[in-house]
């Protein structure tokens, strides 16, 4: 059975950093891109970062130079640290696995999800 677990999530400060970090089970995502995307109370899910299997990443425009996502390929894990958080950066992230190696923005183009992580930033 394939999993996606995401960690990291929790409480903190406008300003502040957090770590969020992805293992995936049941199967090697070798080729493929992953993702992470966001969901705030009454919005629709959304794009945050994509990452390939050799490194290349995409970014939502509001994250650009606050967020970082890297992964680890030997050790099935995704990660996405997050500086300078803000307010509206409150969401449950997901983290997904694309169904090809290529960086889309699109919640339909990934076949894989997690459950989603909590984020809160008090302002």
């Known amino acids: 059975q394939v999993q996606l677990v995401e960690s990291g999530g929790g409480l903190v400060q406008a300003g502040g950093s957090l770590r969020l970090s992805c293992a995936a089970s049941?199967?090697?995502?070798?080729?493929?891109?992953m993702g992470w995307f966001r969901q705030a109370p009454g919005k629709e899910r959304e794009f945050v970062a994509a990452?390939?299997?050799?490194?290349?990443?995409y970014y939502q425009d509001s994250v650009k130079g606050r967020f970082t996502i890297s992964r680890d390929n030997a050790n099935n894990t995704v990660a996405l640290q997050m500086n300078s958080l803000k307010h509206e950066d409150t969401a449950v992230y997901y983290c997904?696995?694309?169904?090809?190696?290529?960086?889309?923005?699109?919640?339909?183009?990934?076949?894989?999800w997690g459950q989603g992580t909590l984020v809160t930033v008090s302002s």
């Open positions: 997904a696995a694309h169904r090809t190696a290529f960086l889309t923005p699109r919640a339909g183009d990934y076949d894989w």
């Open positions: 049941g199967r090697t995502f070798s080729g493929h891109a």
């Open positions: 990452i390939s299997w050799g490194g290349n990443t």
